[in-house]
């Protein structure tokens, strides 16, 4: 079906149109169907109309690209009248279809058009980004104003896949782009022919950023996660490393070990150049604050950071910093700089490596870490992650942060004198505390668990809502006699045993949190006695539906014991068990429990690794 069949479709029946969500539209026919407007495509959904209230697809068709001289004619159509549906119908707003209407739902789809998905109808959005530069032609709406969401490796992404599929009409818009006199003159001196493909790619973002700066796109959110696979294809990978393999920054086990480290560094660094090449465009003053209301900000693993974080220097009113890198000391300066710089940073993530032995580590973290001084009127999410805080001055700040709501530490060394100073902070408004696989002092842990200290606080476990505590390396001691006698509300809860006394103190704390939704045990080690996961699985608050046992069932015995006197109704279980067991009658148990329970699964999952093996089971 082409755009003029749907168009004298539309025009042949009376269509009643109901607005159900900002992504979507009901259009009722004899048969209803749905249209989902993407740039200027309809993806339409006919479903029978005995079963449309239980949402069953019986048939499906794509209807092809619609061009924006149909698309016009169908915003014109004056007979689309708006009906009040009859009650058994699906919902109660209408709205006739016309511009304000579509503009309003076009609005809403191109705030993030760089979605993570790449297919056909993302690769549509990149001529349409630069039919700017045809002359003769204008769209119907101004897509680029409406982009607030900037997903810069997606953008790649998706930049690099229409260049693979498309190479005819990147010369187009090439040849366009050479002849337009209007645009900066940058353009005029571009080189791109001599890196064959990822040169054609890096013009058409900035031609595209360039378009977004003059119509005066609003972003509020950026983020740069560039990833092996992203850039493996201009990598020549049949020379061999100088380096011998090492890896001079973090990796995911998406890359392959023996890439050209040299060149990858090379590519991230042009890729980063867009953004400092936009920003410091001579004939084009506006690129300067084009992220000047940036509220939200993301640079993971690969990306370098300095420029970026240096281009970013206007930005004054950030809500969001996340950050990821392995040599912090690299970026102190521009990262400490920006953090100063903020009027309301609520949310600050932080995720490092373990390389302390790195010249110059241990002050950069300090630095870092204790200039969120600052902005401690405003901060509200704490999360740091895979860092050694060594200096015992680094949370002296932390008694100021009257707002928080999270604080997160995660793989983290940190000092017994940081461990006071948490515990010693009124921080009223803290709901979820985490502290999961950190380490301390070794002489003080094993006589004294330090996060005690925080429990014992009366102005921070009585307001917890989510408490997750799992440190392997550091023993409970008295830690959940403290949990028991000072937390009550708490929702999501997660803990380990590591004594015999920890069971009766746990067996508490389950009775004096009626609430809790979900819960998570491990045992990291501690014998667990015969009986232990009946008396559990009795204890548990009734509107528990979230469970993860990690080494606490032993054999499907205890397994099919754990199933047989649970009583909560559960949504979500996830068991892991020694390898000494075989987890497919772990499986066909759970199968045969839901039977008999009358419970339905969604999701059955089994995984047997060298070290252990986990059952995972969603019910609906």
């Known amino acids: 079906m082409d755009s003029k069949e749907i168009l004298n479709f539309f025009d042949r029946k009376k269509l009643r149109i109901f607005i159900f969500s900002k992504q979507r539209i009901r259009i009722f026919i004899p048969y209803p169907c749905i249209i989902c407007i993407i740039c200027n495509s309809f993806h339409i959904n006919v479903f029978d109309n005995k079963k449309i209230n239980e949402g069953t697809n019986v048939k499906k068709f794509v209807v092809e690209y619609v061009g924006n001289e149909h698309f016009s004619s169908m915003l014109s159509f004056q007979h689309l009248k708006s009906q009040r549906p009859e009650p058994d119908r699906l919902g109660p707003l209408d709205s006739k279809v016309n511009h304000t209407w579509c503009k309003n739902g076009i609005i809403y789809l191109w705030k993030n058009p760089f979605r993570k998905e790449i297919d056909y109808n993302h690769t549509k959005i990149i001529p349409v980004l630069l039919s700017f530069l045809k002359k003769d032609e204008n769209t119907l709406f101004d897509y680029p104003c409406f982009i607030t969401h900037l997903d810069f490796d997606n953008l790649f992404r ?24 209007t645009l900066p003159s940058i353009f005029s001196k571009l080189e791109y022919d001599k890196w064959p493909g990822f040169g ?56 392959i070990v023996g890439s050209d480290v040299e060149m990858r560094y090379n590519i991230v660094n042009r890729i980063e150049n867009i953004i400092t090449t936009l920003l410091r465009l001579e004939d084009l003053d ?162 004294f668990n330090p996060i005690q200290m925080i429990l014992q606080n009366k102005n921070i476990s009585p307001n917890l809502k989510i408490l997750h505590l799992l440190n392997t390396y550091i023993k409970n001691h008295d830690l959940l006699k403290s949990i028991s006698e000072n937390c009550r509300n708490l929702i999501n809860f997660t803990t380990q045993l590591t004594a015999d006394d920890d069971i009766q103190f746990l067996f508490t704390i389950l009775g004096n949190n009626p609430n809790i939704k979900e819960f998570q045990l491990l045992n990291p080690g501690y014998p667990i006695s015969t009986g232990f996961i009946i008396n559990l699985v009795k204890a548990l608050p009734k509107k528990t539906d979230y469970i993860r046992l990690v080494n606490i069932v ?19 279980l996830y068991v892991v068990v020694s390898i000494q067991n075989n987890i497919d009658e772990f499986g066909e148990c759970v199968k045969n429990w839901s039977e008999k329970r009358g419970k339905n699964i969604r999701k059955l999952d089994k995984f047997s690794i060298p070290s252990d093996k986990k059952i995972l089971v969603r019910w609906e």
């Not at 998706?158 to 090439?174: K, P, Q, R």
């Not at 983020?223 to 380096?243: H, Q």
């Not at 032993?554 to 979500?572: A, P, T, W």
């Open 200 to 255: 054609q790619i890096w013009v058409i973002i900035l031609l595209i950023l360039v378009n977004m700066v003059k119509r005066k796109a609003n972003i509020q959110w950026f983020k740069f996660d560039i990833r092996y696979n992203d850039i493996k294809g201009f990598l020549n990978n049949n020379r061999e490393e100088m380096d011998g393999g090492v890896e001079y920054y973090y990796v995911d086990d998406e890359r």
């Open 286 to 447: 506006e690129s300067k604050n084009f992220f000047e209301n940036l509220e939200y900000l993301e640079l993971d693993r690969s990306s370098f950071k300095i420029a970026i974080l240096e281009a970013f220097s206007t930005c004054k009113n950030l809500k969001t910093i996340e950050i990821e890198h392995p040599y912090f000391q690299l970026i102190l300066t521009p990262l400490v700089s920006l953090i100063k710089k903020q009027n309301n940073l609520e949310n600050i993530i932080i995720y490092g490596v373990h390389n302390a032995y790195m010249i110059g580590y241990h002050e950069a973290i300090f630095e870092i870490i204790s200039s969120l001084n600052t902005v401690v009127h405003s901060l509200k999410r704490i999360e740091i992650c895979g860092i050694k805080m060594m200096n015992d001055e680094t949370f002296k700040f932390i008694g100021k942060c009257k707002n928080l709501e999270i604080l997160k530490l995660e793989d983290s060394y940190i000092s017994i004198k940081n461990f006071e100073w948490i515990a010693l902070a009124e921080l009223p408004k803290l709901r979820s505390l985490e502290l999961v696989y950190n380490w301390s002092n070794k002489e003080y842990v094993s006589q």
């Open 158 to 181: 998706i930049a690099s896949n229409f260049f693979n599929t498309n190479e005819d009409e990147v010369e187009y818009f090439l040849g366009l782009m050479e002849q337009d006199d």
């Open 554 to 572: 032993s054999n499907v015995d205890e397994f099919r014991e754990f199933l047989e006197n649970c009583v909560v109704d559960l949504k979500f």
